[in-house]
């Protein structure tokens, strides 16, 4: 029923800009905490960011000052932005929105495919 659907992933030079967009669709009934995880080769997931649904944002260690997160409630779409992208932010990127869509009630996470991201030069 539902889906998160990223976008913005690629290539990015460092020194280059990246914008990551997360939008949610389908039967919803709400949408609350939304947030960006990440998984390189060889390694376990990691948080990098979340946002709640009024706004207060939490951030991985390893992104913390370089990384944004913001949301368009609106919209239904997360957003994930750097201007200091790393080599180390090599990762497939992964949308996260907790939601209550049929046929529960409960909230409930739900998450999108990926998309990767690569830095380098």
């Known amino acids: 029923q539902v889906q998160l659907v990223e976008s913005g992933g690629g290539l990015v030079q460092p020194g280059g800009s990246l914008r990551l967009s997360c939008a949610a669709s389908?039967?919803?009934?709400?949408?609350?905490?939304m947030g960006w995880y990440r998984q390189a080769p060889g390694k376990q997931r990691e948080l990098v960011a979340l946002i709640s649904s009024a706004g207060s944002t939490n951030y991985g260690d390893s992104v913390k000052g370089r990384f944004t997160i913001s949301r368009d409630n609106a919209k239904n779409t997360v957003y994930l932005q750097t201007n200091s992208p790393k080599p180390e932010d090599t990762a497939v990127y992964y949308c996260?929105?907790?939601?209550?869509?049929?046929?529960?009630?409960?909230?409930?996470?739900?998450w999108g495919q990926g998309t990767q991201v690569t830095v380098s030069s």
């Open positions: 389908g039967r919803i009934f709400s949408i609350y905490a």
């Open positions: 996260n929105a907790v939601v209550r869509a049929p046929p529960d009630w409960s909230p409930r996470d739900q």
